[in-house]
């Protein structure tokens, strides 16, 4: 995981329509970015949900929220429809980014061991520094836990 208190790593990357987002357009805003995954999946689809039942909040403390995996950008539009999700999907299949975030971890699963993205959460300030880190982030609570904290920063 990146440090609290360094600059987050800026990047451009196409978003579920082939739209190309980066992340020094929102400067001014408080940005959430969270890595999970894959889509579809049960955890990952938690998560998603979570983010979608609070989003309300999140706009209206004009907070941007991006999720960002290595599925393709078709592979975010089928998610985001089919779970009516409210913000930003990312697609890194180069993985240039989610490594660039260190959350390209080695996981192991029934005893094998693979390379895969970890479920993790940045929370960047209007200024582009990182402000808090959510490593191994809940699929169920990060959302909120997220929320949690912001207000105890307020």
């Known amino acids: 995981m990146l440090e609290v208190g360094t600059k987050a790593v800026d990047f451009t990357l196409p978003d579920e329509n082939g739209n190309m987002v980066a992340l020094s357009s929102f400067l001014g805003k ?10 579809s999946t049960p ?52 993985l ?3 490594q660039a975030y260190d959350v390209w971890k080695e996981k192991k699963l029934y005893g094998k061991t693979y390379m895969g993205v970890t479920r993790s ?10 402000i808090k880190t959510f490593e191994k982030a809940s699929p169920a609570n990060n959302a909120q836990d ?6 105890q920063e307020a």
Not at 63 to 89: A, C, N, Q, R, T
Not at 121 to 130: A, K, L, N, P, W
């Open 30 to 39: 408080k940005v959430v970015i969270y890595f999970y995954p894959k889509d």
């Open 121 to 130: 959460t940045y929370v960047i300030d209007e200024q582009g520094t990182i």
């Open 146 to 151: 997220i929320l949690t904290y912001l207000s």
């Open 96 to 98: 240039s980014v989610i």
């Open 43 to 94: 955890g990952c689809t938690k998560q998603a949900c979570a983010f979608k039942d609070a989003y309300d909040i999140y706009k209206e403390k004009d907070i941007v929220v991006i999720g960002i995996s290595k599925d393709s950008s078709k592979s975010h539009l089928k998610f985001k429809d089919k779970y009516e999700l409210p913000f930003i999907l990312l697609s890194d299949e180069a």
